[in-house]
């Protein structure tokens, strides 16, 4: 089975500044996904960013990219020019290429951002 | 607007008694899911339907139950027999046409056994 880790239960950071969450999986699948979900206060998940792990060029999401490593198993994601509003819970998360939208996620990391 | 609805927002539940949260999508999404969120541990699947009138067990399926009657609608009934019930519960669906194959989700449901 999967598993999808995320080491930092809790990151903080100013406003304006930049900030990277790592997430790291475990896999022996050669076509999978993964994605960073953001769910604030009101507890919806919003899709940030998605990644295909066929695809070597990094995503891209306005303020928001990820570094894809996939001989690491890493896909981390970085928050540039941080707002009060990217204030939220991140999750990291893994779809198998034939798993029909099944997601595991990675427990989590707190973003606190300070004015 | 299209999305998904979840309902209702809070229960609260004597122990022993079974209770039916509501998901309801109008995105014309085949498959939908539920999720289940404690603290510290992100979201665990408990059962999830490609098509109407099929579905299959998640992760942690044991104490729940869920029908797939229209393609809208995705109830999910936690028993008496789950353990500890208490726990934010999320519905998501998934477009077929969907490459990526990402998951749109609900607004959630916080169920709290007393």
């Known amino acids: 089975a999967q598993t999808v880790t995320q080491s930092q239960p809790e990151m903080s950071v100013q406003e304006a500044e930049t900030v990277t969450l790592s997430c790291t999986y475990d896999?022996?699948?050669?076509?999978?996904?993964l994605f960073w979900y953001k769910q604030p206060p009101s507890r919806q998940m919003i899709l940030v960013i998605r990644?295909?792990?066929?695809?070597?060029q990094n995503a891209t999401e306005n303020r928001f990219s990820v570094n894809f490593q996939k001989a690491a198993k890493s896909f981390s994601l970085k928050i540039s020019d941080s707002q009060l509003g990217d204030a939220a819970m991140y999750f990291c998360?893994?779809?198998?290429?034939?798993?029909?939208?099944?997601?595991?996620f990675g427990a989590g990391t707190q973003v606190v951002v300070t004015p | 607007d299209g999305g998904i609805t979840q309902s209702p927002k809070y229960l609260f539940r004597k122990e022993g008694q079974n209770v039916t949260l509501s998901c309801e999508q109008n995105?014309?999404?085949?498959?939908m899911y539920w999720y289940r969120q404690d603290p510290g541990q992100g979201l665990r699947l408990i059962y999830y339907?490609?098509?109407?009138?099929?579905?299959q067990k998640g992760d942690i399926a044991e104490g729940y139950s869920v029908s797939r009657e229209k393609k809208e609608s995705f109830p999910l009934t936690v028993t008496s027999a789950q353990k500890n019930p208490t726990a934010f519960y999320l519905c998501?669906?998934?477009?077929?046409?969907?490459?990526?194959?990402?998951?749109?989700f609900g607004e959630g449901s916080r169920l709290t056994v007393l």
């Open positions: 998501a669906s998934r477009c077929s046409g969907s490459f990526s194959g990402e998951l749109f």
């Open positions: 896999t022996s699948e050669s076509d999978y996904y």
């Open positions: 990644q295909e792990a066929y695809k070597q």
């Open positions: 998360a893994y779809r198998s290429g034939d798993s029909w939208g099944k997601l595991q």
């Open positions: 995105l014309n999404h085949d498959a």
């Open positions: 339907s490609q098509i109407v009138n099929d579905f």
